[in-house]
Protein backbone atom coordinates (compact mmCIF):
# COMPACT_ATOMS: atom_id res chain seq x y z
CA UNK A 1 0.00 0.00 0.00
CA UNK A 2 1.71 3.74 -0.87
CA UNK A 3 0.19 6.03 1.59
CA UNK A 4 0.39 9.28 0.37
CA UNK A 5 0.43 12.98 1.74
CA UNK A 6 -1.24 15.49 -0.59
CA UNK A 7 -0.68 19.11 -0.31
CA UNK A 8 -2.61 22.08 -1.94
CA UNK A 9 -3.50 25.07 -0.89
CA UNK A 10 -7.01 24.92 -2.70
CA UNK A 11 -8.97 23.19 -0.50
CA UNK A 12 -11.31 21.67 -3.61
CA UNK A 13 -8.28 20.70 -5.39
CA UNK A 14 -6.94 19.06 -2.27
CA UNK A 15 -10.00 16.63 -2.10
CA UNK A 16 -9.89 15.83 -5.50
CA UNK A 17 -6.73 14.88 -5.45
CA UNK A 18 -7.28 12.59 -2.67
CA UNK A 19 -9.91 11.25 -4.59
CA UNK A 20 -7.72 10.10 -7.66
CA UNK A 21 -5.28 8.71 -5.02
CA UNK A 22 -7.59 6.86 -3.20
CA UNK A 23 -9.38 5.63 -6.68
CA UNK A 24 -5.98 4.00 -7.69
CA UNK A 25 -4.98 0.48 -6.58
CA UNK A 26 -2.79 -0.10 -3.65
CA UNK A 27 -2.52 3.45 -2.50
CA UNK A 28 -4.59 5.45 0.23
CA UNK A 29 -4.54 8.90 1.46
CA UNK A 30 -3.07 8.97 5.16
CA UNK A 31 -3.77 12.82 5.45
CA UNK A 32 -4.00 16.33 3.46
CA UNK A 33 -2.02 19.69 4.44
CA UNK A 34 -2.56 22.92 3.04
CA UNK A 35 0.68 25.25 3.93
CA UNK A 36 4.14 24.50 3.79
CA UNK A 37 4.38 24.25 7.58
CA UNK A 38 1.65 22.07 7.97
CA UNK A 39 3.13 19.65 5.02
CA UNK A 40 6.02 19.55 7.28
CA UNK A 41 4.24 18.48 10.31
CA UNK A 42 2.17 16.32 8.66
CA UNK A 43 4.95 14.53 7.42
CA UNK A 44 6.93 14.09 10.11
CA UNK A 45 3.91 12.52 12.12
CA UNK A 46 2.56 10.01 9.24
CA UNK A 47 5.90 9.35 7.54
CA UNK A 48 4.44 8.61 4.17
CA UNK A 49 5.79 7.00 1.20
CA UNK A 50 4.91 9.79 -1.15
CA UNK A 51 4.01 13.75 -0.78
CA UNK A 52 1.86 15.17 -3.78
CA UNK A 53 3.37 18.60 -3.67
CA UNK A 54 2.07 21.64 -5.23
CA UNK A 55 4.59 24.98 -5.73
CA UNK A 56 2.41 27.82 -4.79
CA UNK A 57 1.76 27.25 -0.77
CA UNK A 58 0.86 30.55 1.39
CA UNK A 59 3.65 30.32 3.52
CA UNK A 60 6.39 28.67 1.91
CA UNK A 61 6.88 27.17 -1.57
CA UNK A 62 7.02 23.61 -2.64
CA UNK A 63 10.41 23.31 -3.32
CA UNK A 64 11.57 24.38 0.27
CA UNK A 65 9.36 22.11 1.11
CA UNK A 66 10.77 19.53 -0.24
CA UNK A 67 14.38 20.73 0.97
CA UNK A 68 13.17 20.63 4.41
CA UNK A 69 11.86 17.46 4.45
CA UNK A 70 15.39 15.93 2.69
CA UNK A 71 17.29 18.05 6.08
CA UNK A 72 15.07 15.99 8.60
CA UNK A 73 15.77 13.00 6.74
CA UNK A 74 19.23 13.68 7.02
CA UNK A 75 19.19 15.12 10.44
CA UNK A 76 17.15 11.82 11.33
CA UNK A 77 20.16 9.54 10.32
CA UNK A 78 17.15 7.23 8.96
CA UNK A 79 18.42 4.28 6.84
CA UNK A 80 14.57 3.83 5.51
CA UNK A 81 12.98 4.39 2.25
CA UNK A 82 11.98 8.01 3.26
CA UNK A 83 9.57 9.85 1.42
CA UNK A 84 9.23 10.59 -2.25
CA UNK A 85 7.49 13.58 -3.81
CA UNK A 86 5.40 14.35 -6.71
CA UNK A 87 5.04 17.50 -7.80
CA UNK A 88 1.48 18.35 -8.94
CA UNK A 89 1.32 21.97 -10.14
CA UNK A 90 0.60 25.02 -12.96
CA UNK A 91 4.56 26.30 -12.16
CA UNK A 92 6.06 26.12 -15.64
CA UNK A 93 8.88 28.45 -16.03
CA UNK A 94 12.06 26.47 -16.20
CA UNK A 95 13.77 27.60 -12.86
CA UNK A 96 10.97 25.66 -11.10
CA UNK A 97 11.38 22.49 -12.68
CA UNK A 98 15.21 22.51 -12.56
CA UNK A 99 14.90 23.57 -8.79
CA UNK A 100 12.37 20.31 -8.08
CA UNK A 101 14.73 17.89 -10.05
CA UNK A 102 17.53 18.94 -8.40
CA UNK A 103 15.35 19.03 -4.92
CA UNK A 104 14.93 15.78 -5.64
CA UNK A 105 11.84 15.24 -7.16
CA UNK A 106 10.06 12.17 -8.44
CA UNK A 107 8.58 13.39 -11.03
CA UNK A 108 6.51 16.54 -12.03
CA UNK A 109 2.94 16.85 -13.35
CA UNK A 110 1.48 20.17 -14.95
CA UNK A 111 -1.80 21.05 -14.47
CA UNK A 112 -4.36 20.57 -15.98
CA UNK A 113 -3.39 16.68 -16.33
CA UNK A 114 -5.24 13.67 -16.81
CA UNK A 115 -5.85 11.07 -14.13
CA UNK A 116 -4.66 8.42 -15.72
CA UNK A 117 -1.03 10.06 -15.75
CA UNK A 118 -1.18 10.69 -11.97
CA UNK A 119 -2.34 6.92 -11.72
CA UNK A 120 0.51 5.87 -13.53
CA UNK A 121 3.21 7.71 -11.66
CA UNK A 122 1.51 6.51 -8.39
CA UNK A 123 1.93 2.83 -9.61
CA UNK A 124 5.42 3.65 -10.79
CA UNK A 125 6.61 5.29 -7.50
CA UNK A 126 5.09 2.21 -5.73
CA UNK A 127 7.48 -0.19 -8.19
CA UNK A 128 10.59 1.90 -8.04
CA UNK A 129 9.99 1.74 -3.84
CA UNK A 130 9.59 -1.95 -3.62
CA UNK A 131 12.66 -2.50 -6.17
CA UNK A 132 14.68 -0.55 -3.91
CA UNK A 133 13.06 -2.73 -1.06
CA UNK A 134 14.14 -5.57 -2.22
CA UNK A 135 17.43 -4.36 -3.82
CA UNK A 136 20.66 -5.91 -2.17
CA UNK A 137 23.01 -6.19 -4.71
CA UNK A 138 22.60 -3.62 -7.75
CA UNK A 139 22.94 -4.74 -11.34
CA UNK A 140 23.33 -2.14 -14.65
CA UNK A 141 19.80 -2.86 -15.50
CA UNK A 142 18.45 -2.76 -11.76
CA UNK A 143 20.31 1.17 -11.69
CA UNK A 144 19.21 2.35 -14.82
CA UNK A 145 16.01 1.34 -14.22
CA UNK A 146 15.59 3.36 -10.98
CA UNK A 147 17.77 5.93 -12.00
CA UNK A 148 17.94 6.36 -16.47
CA UNK A 149 13.66 5.93 -16.84
CA UNK A 150 11.02 8.25 -16.28
CA UNK A 151 7.65 6.38 -16.23
CA UNK A 152 6.24 5.87 -19.50
CA UNK A 153 2.83 6.95 -19.29
CA UNK A 154 3.57 10.55 -18.45
CA UNK A 155 4.78 10.91 -22.36
CA UNK A 156 2.53 10.77 -25.16
CA UNK A 157 1.04 8.16 -27.01
CA UNK A 158 2.39 7.65 -30.36
CA UNK A 159 0.29 8.92 -33.60
CA UNK A 160 -2.43 6.25 -34.03
CA UNK A 161 -2.32 4.84 -30.75
CA UNK A 162 -5.44 5.92 -28.15
CA UNK A 163 -5.60 6.84 -24.53
CA UNK A 164 -8.47 4.27 -23.97
CA UNK A 165 -7.15 0.82 -25.94
CA UNK A 166 -3.60 1.54 -23.96
CA UNK A 167 -5.26 1.43 -20.52
CA UNK A 168 -7.26 -1.77 -22.34
CA UNK A 169 -4.21 -4.04 -23.28
CA UNK A 170 -2.44 -2.66 -19.54
CA UNK A 171 -5.56 -3.69 -17.76
CA UNK A 172 -5.63 -7.42 -19.66
CA UNK A 173 -2.18 -7.76 -19.12
CA UNK A 174 -2.23 -6.43 -15.32
CA UNK A 175 -5.06 -9.21 -15.06
CA UNK A 176 -3.22 -11.92 -16.43
CA UNK A 177 0.29 -11.39 -14.54
CA UNK A 178 1.81 -14.92 -15.98
CA UNK A 179 1.99 -12.98 -19.10
CA UNK A 180 0.26 -12.65 -22.56
CA UNK A 181 1.02 -13.69 -26.76
CA UNK A 182 -0.37 -11.10 -28.83
CA UNK A 183 -3.06 -13.44 -29.75
CA UNK A 184 -4.18 -14.30 -26.02
CA UNK A 185 -4.14 -10.44 -25.21
CA UNK A 186 -6.45 -9.85 -28.18
CA UNK A 187 -8.97 -12.20 -27.45
CA UNK A 188 -9.06 -11.35 -23.89
CA UNK A 189 -9.62 -7.81 -24.52
CA UNK A 190 -11.46 -8.17 -27.88
CA UNK A 191 -9.09 -6.25 -29.91
CA UNK A 192 -8.09 -7.09 -33.41
CA UNK A 193 -4.52 -9.31 -32.89
CA UNK A 194 -2.42 -6.60 -35.21
CA UNK A 195 -3.97 -3.82 -32.95
CA UNK A 196 -3.00 -5.88 -29.54
CA UNK A 197 0.60 -6.40 -30.93
CA UNK A 198 1.17 -2.51 -31.79
CA UNK A 199 0.30 -1.82 -28.10
CA UNK A 200 2.18 -4.33 -26.69
CA UNK A 201 5.29 -3.92 -28.54
CA UNK A 202 4.97 0.31 -27.72
CA UNK A 203 4.99 -1.03 -24.13
CA UNK A 204 7.65 -2.95 -24.55
CA UNK A 205 9.70 -0.36 -26.43
CA UNK A 206 9.47 2.33 -23.36
CA UNK A 207 10.25 -0.75 -20.57
CA UNK A 208 6.40 -0.77 -19.31
CA UNK A 209 6.69 -4.48 -20.84
CA UNK A 210 9.00 -7.67 -20.33
CA UNK A 211 9.07 -9.72 -24.12
CA UNK A 212 10.28 -13.46 -23.29
CA UNK A 213 10.04 -15.39 -26.16
CA UNK A 214 8.67 -19.16 -25.99
CA UNK A 215 10.22 -21.83 -28.43
CA UNK A 216 7.76 -24.92 -29.95
CA UNK A 217 8.29 -27.66 -32.18
CA UNK A 218 8.49 -25.45 -35.17
CA UNK A 219 8.35 -22.40 -36.26
CA UNK A 220 9.24 -19.04 -35.02
CA UNK A 221 8.94 -18.85 -31.18
CA UNK A 222 6.05 -16.92 -29.56
CA UNK A 223 7.00 -13.67 -28.28
CA UNK A 224 4.76 -13.45 -24.60
CA UNK A 225 4.08 -10.38 -23.33
CA UNK A 226 4.16 -9.35 -19.20
CA UNK A 227 3.45 -6.13 -18.07
CA UNK A 228 6.35 -4.99 -15.03
CA UNK A 229 6.18 -1.65 -14.67
Not at 201 to 227: C, D, I, K, N, S
Amino acid sequence: MLRVLVVDDDFMVAKLHSRQVAATEDCAVVGVAHTGADALRAAERLRPDLVLLDVYLPDMDGISVLRELRAAEERALDSGPGTDALFITAARDGATVRSALRAGAHHYLLKPFHQAALREQLRHVAAARSRLGALEVARQEDVDQLFGTRPPGSRELPKGLAAHTAELVERTLRDHPAGLSAAECAGAGALSRVSARRYLEFFAETGRVQVALRYGGTGRPERRYTWVA
